[in-house]
């Protein structure tokens, strides 16, 4: 039987897969350049949205994982970005980008898998996230297909105000950001 290991991004998330039939199993996963990781924001008057760049990523990450069941547990599954991997179109919007995570104090942005279920139709990965030191739950729908590498895709909703980040402000309040984004990523891993 053929089950995948995802590691996730955000956005959205970052996933991986492999092919296990043991407890207890360990393998390194890189995550190639062509993977994509785009933050959509809305405002009262337009969207804006923020691209990752993964040549910003450690590439190899090391996964410890045990089957039990239909789940995937891992262990220390972490996937780092770092929020000046973030381009948002031009200089102002990257430095409010920044300013809004809280760079100075919280220079990265955490994804670590903890578990993956799997569905009839889909995975569901349960990854922890931390966005300016605040770190939250979440259960995300991930569509993995396998050809030369892992493709892994999926989209997250969520709340900034869920990690103490107030939605700003602009020209005076006339122009004021929704605290609701939407994360969608298209991640390309290989099993090394």
């Known amino acids: 039987m053929k089950n995948y290991i995802p590691l996730i991004l955000i956005s959205l998330i970052l996933f ?9 199993n360990s393998t390194i996963i890189e995550v190639e350049p062509e993977s994509e990781l785009e933050i959509l924001g809305f405002t009262n008057v ?29 262990k220390k599954a ?32 955490l994804l670590n898998l903890k578990e993956l279920v799997e569905k ?5 990965a349960s990854v922890e996230m931390t966005i300016a030191g605040v770190s939250k739950m979440y259960n995300v729908p991930v569509t993995i297909e396998e050809d030369d590498a892992f493709l892994v895709r999926g989209n997250l909703d969520l709340n900034i ?17 929704s605290e609701m984004i939407n994360i969608n990523f298209n991640l390309v891993l290989n099993q090394k």
Do not use: A, R, W
Request: with cysteine; charged share 30%; hydrophobic share 35%.
């Open 16 to 24: 991986s897969f492999t092919t296990i039939n043991v407890f207890n």
């Open 120 to 124: 009839e139709t889909f995975t569901e």
């Open 161 to 177: 105000e869920d990690f103490n980040i107030k939605p700003p402000k602009k020209m005076l309040g006339l122009i004021v950001v």
């Open 78 to 109: 972490i996937l780092e970005l770092q929020n000046s991997g973030f381009d948002c179109g031009n200089k102002v919007m990257n430095k409010d980008f920044s300013k809004l995570l809280k760079s100075d104090e919280f220079p990265q942005i």
């Open 46 to 74: 337009n969207k804006f949205n923020c691209d990752f760049n993964f040549y910003e990523v450690d590439k190899k990450i090391p996964l410890t994982f045990k089957k039990v069941g239909d789940k995937i547990y891992f």
